[in-house]
Nanobody, 121 residues
Framework: QVQLMESGGGLVQAGGSLRLSCLASGRIFSIDVMGWYRQAPGKQRELVAT???????NYADSVKGRFVISRDNAKNTVYLQMNSLKPEDTAVYYC???????????????WGQGTQVTVSS
């Protein structure tokens, strides 16, 4: 099976920074789009950022200019550098990836378990 393992969450003061990491492991032939989503209590899960294999990125308007998504294809890892954090960034952050497990299989979408990010005033 494919597993997405997140790390880097925690508590930080407003204006500070955190870097989230997500490692994909298991039976992996290739990975297409990877991304980060977040969900605050009582709110819908929302897209934060995505990145293609070639490095094209997409960001939610609320994080543009503050967050940077990147990936290391050789390590099957995606990162989210979060700068100038605000209390409204507080949420559970989820890693997401489209994975091909072998040459003959279609892309399958996987989710990580989520990691808590809390930004204090």
């Amino acid at each position: 099976q494919v597993q997405l393992m997140e790390s880097g969450g925690g508590l930080v003061q407003a204006g500070g920074s955190l870097r989230l990491s997500c490692l994909a492991s298991g039976r992996i032939f290739s990975i297409d789009v990877m991304g980060w989503y977040r969900q605050a209590p009582g709110k819908q899960r929302e897209l934060v950022a995505t990145i293609t294999t070639g490095g094209n990125t997409n960001y939610a308007d609320s994080v543009k200019g503050r967050f940077v998504i990147s990936r290391d294809n050789a390590k099957n890892t995606v990162y989210l550098q979060m700068n100038s954090l605000k209390p409204e960034d507080t949420a559970v952050y989820y890693c997401n990836a489209d994975v091909r497990v072998d040459l003959y299989s279609p892309l399958i979408n996987y989710w990580g378990q989520g990691t808590q990010v809390t930004v204090s005033s």
